[in-house]
C-alpha cells in the first residue's frame, strides 16, 4: 500500500462521530492541495484494506455523497451517517458547516 495512502487513513481515522471532511481538506492538510482525487481513489480503495476507515465521513467540498457508489449498497454511506446523526437529504449532508472537521485544526 502507497505510503500517502497510510496518511489519509490516519487522518480519516480521526474525524469523529457525527462528523465529515473533505476529499480537499484532507489533502490539504497532509501538504498535497492539489490531491483531493487521489484522497478519494484512497477511500474507493480503502474498504479492501481496513473495515476501520470510516471512508463514510469523507465527502466533497460541498458535502455531497459522491463516493456513495463505492460502498456495498448506494444507500449504505447515507445510512451510516445518519446513523451517527448527520442529516442527508438528496445525497447532500445538511448543515455542513456545524459538522465539518478540519483536519488541519
Known amino acids: ?9 490516519d487522518i480519516v481515522r480521526k474525524i ?9 481538506s484532507i489533502a490539504k492538510c497532509l501538504g498535497a492541495s492539489k490531491s483531493a482525487r ?5 477511500m474507493n480503495l480503502s474498504h479492501q ?13 460541498n458535502g455531497l455523497l459522491t463516493g456513495k457508489h463505492h460502498f456495498a449498497t448506494p444507500l449504505l454511506m447515507q445510512q451510516l451517517l445518519e446513523s451517527e446523526g448527520i442529516i442527508v437529504k438528496n445525497n447532500q449532508v445538511q448543515n455542513f458547516e456545524k459538522v465539518f472537521w478540519d483536519p488541519c485544526q
Open 16 to 24: 469523529p462521530q457525527g462528523r465529515v471532511s473533505t476529499y480537499g
Open 38 to 42: 487521489i484522497v478519494g481513489y484512497a
Open 1 to 9: 500500500m502507497n505510503e500517502f495512502y497510510l496518511k489519509i487513513y
Open 49 to 61: 484494506y481496513d473495515l476501520n476507515i470510516p471512508a463514510h465521513r469523507v465527502v466533497n467540498r
